[in-house]
């Protein structure tokens, strides 16, 4: 039993492994007369149960099997049809077998050849296969005896090597006597390594570093509840913050062969203690984690570390207004969209607007007596130069008006002046040019679409939602503005209200954020929308509106998806698989009515 932050948390045997010494093994050989048991039947049966390396007991016998033995089947194993036939079928061997095998664990040198015949013989005979957990020598000697020891990792070269009291010679309970010994020799080189439990057994791989392996003791105590958890190095700085349903158990994993990714197996090497903070929802854990990895900044986490540093568009609030990529949202009376994942995503959404809107590009502002000269854009009918007085206010704002509703409203005119541009340029022949077009289109809808579905959200003052839980409680969540101020989880068969109130008593005081951004992370507030958008979550109370404009742009970016992705994977003949620019194939361009 260990203690999280006041939690006393009782380890589960799954957690703490199964010790190797605890075990019973049943180490097993087959005959058979070939080599699959799609056509092939058992003719032998042989093997040794041990426990803390003594022999418990042996079971052997001959099979009859309901073909004759090949020729040269015999010659190998010196079984004839003579020897067997007097011998019990399979039907009377495979239960008492299962019998001798009962709660242990199988073990069997290339374990996939005799487990698939027992198998198909447990389906052939109506027998239940009982899914015990299997030990392969052959695949554990791959990776702990090298070249320079054996040959190859077959069981009479393991035997000589390890010095085997049985010589294997395709009987199968010598077979199995042999197997035996190389067990044991390969679970005490594995002893020295640190792995002690089935678990670790079972995921050894030489591919774990040694300095991966050594930090198996940083797991110990860390409960099995969900949370976060932050691998600190020895100056107590975040390496690494992840989160999941068991800290316990997902910390374990970085210390074994299924954790492959070469940066993690780095940043254990570097790790001196791992910090776990229970919460009390899987939604709770994954908000902390995006916090505390903008607070921190973990050299090894390489999502979400810089979410201030995305890029919105503004349509600016000035007589003339003009679109202007920012990192900051301000409640200034301008128009936003994003955040954009790239700068470059979001000039490629600002190109889009100038393809088929006469927006100024010019980023100085602009005086009402229209005295400036006018620039190239203007000569070729790109802009209204407003500058010169050519344009009034008014009828310039006809204009940011279209830009601002493809921005926060109806995305349809500004889709459809996109598409017919494509569809001109496609018939010009300039096929580039309209994919062009297309790839700023979908950076301009996607990023609109996202901000359209934030914006509500983020004006809210205050919403309440519960969820069931598999326990039949309730999952209490409370945003505001965005931000999860506050979550709890009820009793089974409780009355939620009062607990309800006092998480709206308790929660976090949220002010109001400046424009359409929200007071949490873009990616906070997304994650609050998935829940919120979940099966079975309920809304209890409301604050403002949660709406999103009719025709707004995510019915254009679910619709525009799918294409560019068809136009994305459409390439030449001669073209590799990753090229961005196409050419004329179909699909290649979007068409006007698509």
């Not at 700085?237 to 992840?242: C, D, E, F, N, T």
């Not at 854990?285 to 505390?292: C, P, S, T």
Request: aromatic share 4%.
């Amino acid at each position: 039993m260990h203690s999280a932050q006041g939690r006393l948390v009782q380890g589960t045997l799954d957690e703490l492994g199964t010790p190797l010494h605890d075990l019973t093994f049943v180490v097993v050989d087959l005959e058979t007369t070939g080599g699959s048991p799609a056509g092939a039947h058992i003719t032998e049966v042989g093997a040794v149960k041990v426990r803390a390396g003594e022999v418990l007991g042996e079971f052997q016998t001959l099979v009859r099997p309901s073909e004759p033995i090949p020729a040269f089947i015999s010659v190998l194993t010196g079984i004839t049809n003579q020897m067997v036939a007097d011998s019990p079928r399979i039907d009377t061997v495979l239960p008492a077998f299962l019998e001798f095998a009962r709660g242990s664990v199988l073990v069997a040198h290339n374990a996939p050849f005799d487990i698939s015949f027992l198998k198909a013989a447990a389906a052939q005979t109506g027998h239940e296969w009982p899914g015990q957990r299997v030990v392969d020598t052959a695949q554990l000697a791959r990776q702990l005896v090298t070249r320079d020891e054996a040959p190859n990792r077959k069981l009479a070269t393991l035997a000589r090597l390890f010095g085997a009291a049985t010589t294997p010679d395709h009987r199968a309970l010598h077979d199995a006597r042999a197997t035996v010994d190389v067990l044991h020799a390969m679970l005490a080189r594995v002893g020295n390594l640190g792995v002690t439990t089935f678990e670790e057994l079972a995921s050894y791989s030489a591919k774990v570093t040694p300095a991966q392996r050594r930090k198996r003791f940083l797991a110990d105590g860390l409960p099995s509840a969900p949370g976060v958890y932050i691998f600190k190095d020895g100056q107590g700085r975040p390496l690494y913050v992840g989160t999941s349903q068991d800290i316990r158990r997902r910390v374990r994993t970085y210390f074994t062969a299924s954790e492959q990714r070469t940066r993690m197996a780095e940043m254990v090497g570097l790790a001196e203690s791992i910090t776990p903070i229970v919460c009390q929802t899987p939604l709770e854990a994954e908000v902390r984690e995006l916090r505390l990895i903008a607070e921190h900044q973990p050299r090894y986490n390489r999502r979400s570390r810089r979410p201030d540093r995305m890029p919105w568009v503004k349509l600016t609030a000035e007589p003339f207004p003009r679109l202007s990529i920012v990192r900051e949202v301000r409640g200034d009376g301008a128009r936003y969209v994003g955040p954009f994942s790239s700068r470059a995503a979001a000039e490629a959404a600002v190109a889009a607007v100038h393809e088929v809107l006469p927006l100024r590009q010019c980023t100085q502002r602009l005086s009402l007596r229209g005295d400036a000269s006018a620039c190239v854009l203007a000569e070729m009918g790109r802009c209204g130069a407003p500058c010169t007085g050519r344009q009034t206010v008014e009828e310039y704002a006809r204009v940011a008006e279209q830009a601002a509703a493809a921005l926060a409203g109806d995305a349809r005119p500004i889709v459809r002046a996109l598409r017919a541009r494509m569809e001109l340029l496609s018939a010009q022949e300039r096929y580039e040019d309209a994919a062009a077009v297309r790839d700023r289109m979908i950076q301009l809808v996607r990023a609109a679409a996202r901000a359209q579905r934030l914006a509500p959200l983020a004006a809210s003052p205050e919403l309440v939602a519960a969820r069931r839980t598999a326990e039949r409680g309730w999952e209490l969540v409370c945003v505001r503005h965005g931000r999860l101020a506050g979550t709890s989880v009820t009793p089974p068969g409780a009355d939620p209200m009062p607990a309800i109130d006092a998480l709206v008593a308790a929660a976090e005081v949220v002010p109001a954020p400046a424009g359409p951004a929200p007071a949490a992370s873009p990616e906070e507030t997304e994650k609050l929308l998935r829940w919120l958008e979940a099966p079975g979550v309920r809304i209890v109370s409301l604050e403002g509106e949660w709406t999103c404009p009719l025709h707004g742009a995510g019915g254009a970016r679910d619709r525009l998806e799918p294409l560019v992705a068809a136009a994305r994977d459409v390439v030449g003949f001669d073209e590799p698989r990753h090229a961005r620019t196409l050419h004329q194939p179909p699909g290649a361009v979007l068409s006007a009515t698509g």
